[in-house]
């Protein structure tokens, strides 16, 4: 097939497509405007020869300008690849992109411009075209960079792979004359297993946007994040699924007021001064610069002290601000100038980090929810410091009668109550809401009950609300004769201490070491049996104890 075949050169110097499926490089269409224009006289559909003005002109074999008026349109150019055509006196610039690398199945990769796919989520290169496997080239065509005189945002574009069931890609690259190239790899994702119409049922599956602050009870306090995912009852691979779910090609998801497919996370972070008219609207587009220096990207986290503050971003056109640069909010018009350097941030080829199917690794400023975390999970807040749970480990007795057996489990002393765990360093006799003793165990629970041994030998049950260093927080509470409690006598967690609610009972702590504990249970009413009394190790993958119920009727 010729290139003549399926391209047409009107009367009024327009070069177009007019039938085929076949491809050509931009070379093959100079030459045939050449061969063309040195004939003795034009014929059919081809209004070209000697007596017509030079159409085209030669830099390379991949850069081709036309010239004299001579233009190809956006669909001509679906038609050709393996260099750039320039034409109307450089006002419009049709650029070559080469895609080089491997992806996994039937991946169709989708080019991202001005914060728009190009030519939508079902492009016309398909799975690829123009390919040569021998040069692990993926596919070759062109993309229209400059139209008008103007640069389509500074010819840069993002080429993404983001099918389902594949792992995920992009590469960014500024376009210019002749080839550019981008390099795209991904491979089956095999945490990625589950039907794509079933992830759409888990809608349960939510996400708090927006600056915020969560406790993974690691020690570190309060940490800022820019979301906080709650998985329901779904695992943790679920969630990192669902999270591709949304930002899937052909995804009609919204995160963050955004279409799906173009989320990618927190690209750069900044300080500002100077607010006015505030505050900003997190989710807003801020805009900042002109010209060369413009850009816009979405603010997905604010942290605003009323003048001052930090804002977290995703870059959406244009170049990131510098120092002094004042940004403008697109709804709430607020407006301030960044202060000093911008700092960017790395983005994760899926927007909530990396599953190992069993855990997670987040991406910067990533959040979920404390309780849907394991000490297995990583998360790093909007400081990029990494940020890890500890080990929460559950206790569970079973084989319990609901509403009649009344259940102890507490530290084990020679298969007995350990009532010396820890001893009261102050006395107690009058109403007071704490209890001081020698030392607290580092896996305490940070609510409970506790027993006190009073002077008459009696073990005192009372709740604690709270406790740090070596002292617990209880209610207010009178220690009078003959509820008092000398300095010295013993104090004990009852980690479960209560009337059965259900068939079984848990605590739940954070593993420091091995623990062994003793549980006794026992039902005197309607259906008694004989006392229960065993003992069970709480390890790093928790514990269990079931009761043995003799009747004892």
Known sequence: ????????????????????????????????????????????????????????????????????????????????????????????????????????????????????????????????????????????????????????????????????????????????????????????????????????????????????????????????????????????????????????????????????????????????????????????????????????????ALDDNGSDGTMWIQLLTGVPPVDNTSITGGTSSATCNVDGSVTARSVSSVFLGQSTGTSLIGAFGIGVEASDLTNNDKVFDLTGTQQQPPNNVTFTVYGLVSGEDRVLITNNNSGAPDTTQMTLSTALTGTTTSIVVGSIPTDTPQTGTLRVVLDDGRDRYIAYTSWTGSTFTTASTSWADPDDAGSGNGVYLGYIDKLAASSTETFTLVYNADRTLFGRVRDGGGTPIKTFESTGTLSSGGGSMTVIRTSDA
């Open 1 to 300: 097939m010729a290139i003549g075949d399926d391209f047409s050169i009107g009367a009024n110097k327009n070069v177009r497509h007019s039938s085929g499926t076949t491809n050509y490089t931009v070379l093959e269409l100079h030459r045939w405007l050449q061969d063309l224009a040195d004939d003795a006289s034009a014929s059919g559909d081809d209004i070209m020869d000697i007596t017509r003005l030079t159409p085209s002109d030669r830099s390379t074999d991949n850069i081709i300008t036309l010239i004299n008026g001579y233009n190809i349109d956006d669909d001509a150019a679906e038609y050709l690849y393996d260099g750039s055509i320039t034409q109307d006196g450089g006002d419009t610039i049709y650029s070559g992109l080469v895609v080089v690398g491997s992806v996994y199945g039937s991946t169709t990769l989708q080019v991202v411009q001005d914060n728009a796919l190009y030519d939508t989520d079902s492009p016309f290169w398909g799975v690829g075209i123009n390919s040569d496997s021998a040069n692990n080239i993926l596919t070759r065509m062109l993309i229209k960079t400059r139209s008008g005189g103007n640069d389509i945002d500074g010819k840069r574009i993002r080429v993404y792979a983001r099918e389902w069931g594949a792992t995920f890609a992009e590469f960014s690259v500024t376009m210019g004359l002749g080839n550019s190239t981008a390099a795209i790899f991904t491979n089956e994702d095999l945490n990625n297993s589950t039907a794509s119409g079933t992830v759409a049922g888990w809608t349960t599956i939510t996400n708090t946007e927006g600056y915020q602050n969560i406790d993974l009870s690691n020690g570190n306090g309060a940490r800022p994040y820019y979301s906080q995912w709650n998985r329901a009852s779904y695992s943790i691979n679920q969630l990192y699924e669902r999270s591709k779910y949304i930002t899937r090609r052909g995804t009609s998801e919204t995160i963050h007021g955004m279409d799906g497919e173009l989320f990618r996370g927190i690209t750069h972070q900044w300080d500002y001064d100077g607010e006015a008219s505030g505050p900003f609207n997190e989710d807003e587009t801020l805009s900042w610069g002109s010209g060369v220096s413009a850009g816009t990207g979405v603010l997905l």
